[in-house]
């Protein structure tokens, strides 16, 4: 079963607004992250944040992430229809002995020009 | 190209034959990880190796699937008597591990290979 559960499940905006998406997962972690997949396409990895952290940046992205509520949040700046994707968090969780990330069901965004 | 590649890009096969599919990782990666991923959920983990030990299998792994990397390079993944349940996306993806310095399960993912059981 996966852990992460992201929110919205889609979200449409127009260019040049900001997109936020929220992720929820529930067992403690080593580190979360963020991925894009453009329809039909492979995963491509966006941002990685570590439990030790609270706030990342990488360009027009944001991530944000709260242990104690176990959330994270991505936020993408002044978007581009070529945002267009599906947008996945992935969790690395902690003790297991487990190596696998653990995905959510993606937030499926569209960004009109 | 030095990202990770998979072929076929799409199989189409009929219900009961079986199919393989091949990973070509990031050349110096050490670790090779397999996902399935069906319409509109996230990729769910199939199994991965380190080098050429396969060191987790999930449950999701049937035994009509079996996974090798035997020169801790390229891995494939072969499904015997498919059935209509197995069509989705296979997604492969390569990390380097290190056993030194802090945890860093970033994974790089391919393009993956779309399966259709008719």
């Known amino acids: 079963s996966q852990q992460g559960e992201e929110d919205p499940q889609a979200l449409s905006i127009q260019e040049g607004e900001n997109a936020t998406m929220n992720c929820s997962y529930k067992?403690?972690?080593?580190?979360l992250q963020w991925y894009r997949q453009n329809s039909g396409r492979g995963l491509v990895h966006l941002i990685l944040?570590?439990?030790?952290?609270r706030e990342k940046h990488s360009g027009r992205l944001r991530v944000t992430l709260d242990t104690s509520k176990k959330s994270s949040s991505l936020l993408i700046t002044a978007s581009r229809a070529a945002d267009t994707a599906s947008y996945f968090c992935?969790?690395?969780?902690?003790?297991?002995?487990?190596?696998?990330?653990?995905f959510g069901k993606g937030t499926k965004l569209t960004v009109n020009p | 190209d030095t990202g990770v590649s998979q072929d076929p890009r799409h199989k189409i096969t009929k219900r009961g034959q079986n199919v393989t599919f091949r990973c070509d990782p990031i050349?110096?990666?050490?670790?090779l990880y397999w996902y399935r991923q069906t319409l509109g959920q996230g990729p769910e983990f199939l199994t991965y190796?380190?080098?050429?030990?396969?060191?987790?299998k999930s449950r999701l792994l049937s035994n009509r699937f079996s996974a090798e990397r035997p020169k801790g390079s390229f891995s494939t993944l072969e499904i015997q008597r498919t059935e209509q349940g197995d069509s989705a996306m296979y997604l492969c993806?390569?990390?380097?591990?290190?056993?030194?310095?802090?945890?860093?399960?970033?994974?790089?993912f391919g393009p993956g290979t779309r399966l259709t059981v008719l």
């Open positions: 993806a390569s990390s380097l591990y290190l056993w030194a310095g802090g945890r860093n399960n970033e994974q790089f």
């Open positions: 067992t403690s972690i080593n580190n």
């Open positions: 944040i570590r439990s030790n952290e």
């Open positions: 992935a969790t690395d969780p902690r003790g297991g002995g487990s190596e696998k990330l653990v």
């Open positions: 050349s110096e990666h050490n670790r």
């Open positions: 190796f380190q080098n050429e030990a396969q060191l987790e």
